[in-house]
């Protein structure tokens, strides 16, 4: 599960190549085990931050599995992006 106070809601999703088209899917969870790392980049798993609150500069996730990890994230587009 992943909130955050800037977003009216959040979901995990993956792209997947379906008949040689992407889609994208839904995730309920992601499980890591320990000593392994997920990636969540664009084409991948992602996060779909989906009715904005205001404008954030940063972002603050909290993804729950027992207890809460909390993660700050810099929307501002660097130059060159």
């Known amino acids: 599960h992943v909130q955050s106070a800037e977003f009216g809601s959040v ?4 792209t997947v190549i379906v ?3 992407a889609r994208m899917r839904k995730l ?3 499980s890591v085990a320990p000593g392994e ?3 969540f980049e ?5 996060l779909m ?4 609150v205001a404008e954030p500069e940063k972002v ?10 909390l993660l ?10």
């Not at 979901?11 to 993956?14: I, P, S, V």
């Not at 931050?49 to 904005?52: D, E, S, V």
């Open 11 to 14: 979901e995990m999703h993956e």
């Open 19 to 21: 008949d040689g088209i």
């Open 28 to 30: 309920g969870g992601v």
């Open 37 to 39: 790392t997920v990636v």
């Open 42 to 46: 664009r084409g991948g798993k992602h």
């Open 49 to 52: 931050l989906m009715r904005p």
């Open 60 to 69: 603050t996730l909290a993804f729950y599995a027992g207890d809460a990890l």
């Open 72 to 81: 700050t994230v810099d929307t501002r587009i660097k130059q060159g992006d």
